[in-house]
């Protein structure tokens, strides 16, 4: 990039640094801020940790070819549709730099996964954020009216982060219908496993359709770093030109392999989840707290009035608590925070600490 472009993409932009993400808060010792499997991963995989010869000195599979193998099986498309990377946020990075030009626009919704923004911006695209509907719900028609000439891609996050609110199958299909062809559509489905309807079967008929998902969260594999964009061939040839052919060790390409494999453990994850997001958001109304639908492993709460947002984060940090504050978010305060999910105990525990901060106040 000659120097003339490198100003002009400064002024573009003001930088915000990967390391300012949310995820990186500080963890405590009841710890609900990352959406991390409260029931860890498949036996399976941690049974076959401990047989799997590993060859220190051999490169991995180019372009994860047997796990894109396994993942055309799963869902019944080619492998050629499939894009396997380090972590569905590589993934989110790449798309800007490899499909956009500086000065080009991305749609995003205003409260959403910030790294949508955070990669946009660091491309040099002009991001515009769209208000939610009344329910902080993604508003599918305010999107469609903000695309222009200039706009290349649009993202939606289904089951949303941090509301875990859903976008019905049929609203995406028909949003992505209206969209001009040449405008990219993100789907990121990092939470599918634990609510709403999947999109990928639709992309023989879209082609102008990315959808994102990982093996963090219902597999729990958070810790090998496993993420794939399912699309068109084109698309999925353009990403593999121009990023690393080695994006996944080969440990974590066979174990993502045996974790596609069992079922039971992801149905017995998605009850779980579904159980205790029952029990927090239950006991959170009980305390005077307003929890926004959710059907996913996050849970978007309001604090009551009667709650000064000052204190409540002070005693958050003295309680031994972490969660996601509000700030964190575009357009939100610390009135605001997400918590996800986690096992019994410490939900238990998060609950007891809220109640000893709500009878501290009144």
Known sequence: ??????????KLFQPRAMQKLYAL???????????????????????ALKKIRVDFNNYPSPNAKQLRKKLAQKFGLNENNFFVANGSESIINDLPKVFCDIGDEAIIPELTFPMFRVSCELTGL??????????????????????????????????????????????????????PQNVLVVVDEAN?????????????????????????????LATLRIGFAVANKNIIQKLEEETPIFQISGISEQLACIALDD????????????????????ELKKLGFTVSPSEANNLFIR?????????????????GVSVIVGSNFNGFDDSFFRISVRDAKTNKMFIQKIKEIVEEAV
Do not use: H, W, Y
């Not at 990039?1 to 400064?10: H, L, P, R, S, V």
């Not at 079922?263 to 239950?282: C, E, I, P, S």
């Not at 009551?304 to 003295?318: E, G, M, N, T, W």
């Open 25 to 47: 808060t500080e963890k405590r010792a009841i710890d609900l801020s990352l959406s991390e499997n409260p029931l860890g991963c498949s036996p399976r995989v941690s049974s």
């Open 303 to 319: 604090l009551p009035l009667f709650l000064s947002v000052k204190q409540f984060v002070d005693k958050l940090s003295k309680k």
């Open 263 to 282: 079922d039971d453990f992801l149905q017995r994850t998605k009850r779980f989840v579904a159980a205790q997001r029952v029990f927090l958001k239950k």
């Open 126 to 179: 002009k991001v515009i954020l769209v208000k939610m509907t009344g329910a902080l719900g993604i508003n599918l028609s305010k999107m469609l009216k903000n695309i222009s000439s200039r706009t290349k891609m649009v993202f939606l996050c289904n089951p949303n982060n941090p509301t875990g609110s859903i976008l019905l199958k049929d609203e995406i299909v028909k949003f992505v219908r209206q969209v």
């Open 192 to 220: 599918i496993e634990f609510g709403g309807e999947s999109v990928i079967n639709e992309l023989i008929n879209q082609d102008n359709l990315i959808v994102l998902r990982t093996l963090s969260k219902g597999f729990g």
């Open 1 to 10: 990039m000659c120097g003339k472009e490198k100003m002009k993409k400064q």
